[in-house]
């Protein structure tokens, strides 16, 4: 790797720990793994408030199925 390319993936981990601190502030609950998908898909041209839309009602229907379950 060119010292380049260590710059250009120093500078991009440093992005991503600054963004990771601001979900963390804002309570996003989303780790790293998660975010740097979510980043890179907006980065591919997703439209982010679609992105949000679609997690929020991932999330919404993990909750109804999780509330659904029945204790074994």
Same mark, same amino acid.
């Given at each position: @790797?060119?010292?380049? *390319?260590?710059?250009? =993936? &120093? &500078? =991009?981990?440093?992005?991503? *720990?600054?963004?990771?601190?601001? &979900?963390?502030?804002?309570?996003?609950?989303?780790?790293?793994?998660?975010? $740097?998908?979510?980043? &890179? @898909?907006?980065? $591919?041209?997703?439209?982010?408030? $679609?992105? =949000?839309?679609?997690?929020?009602?991932?999330?919404?229907?993990? $909750?109804?199925?999780?509330?659904?379950?029945?204790? *074994?």
């Amino acid at each position: @790797m060119s010292s380049r *390319d260590l710059e250009r =993936a &120093s &500078s =991009a981990q440093q992005t991503l *720990d600054v963004l990771y601190d601001i &979900s963390q502030l804002l309570n996003t609950q989303l780790d790293r793994e998660t975010l $740097a998908t979510c980043v &890179s @898909m907006i980065e $591919a041209g997703v439209n982010p408030e $679609a992105l =949000a839309t679609v997690i929020k009602e991932l999330r919404r229907e993990n $909750a109804s199925l999780n509330a659904n379950r029945s204790p *074994d």
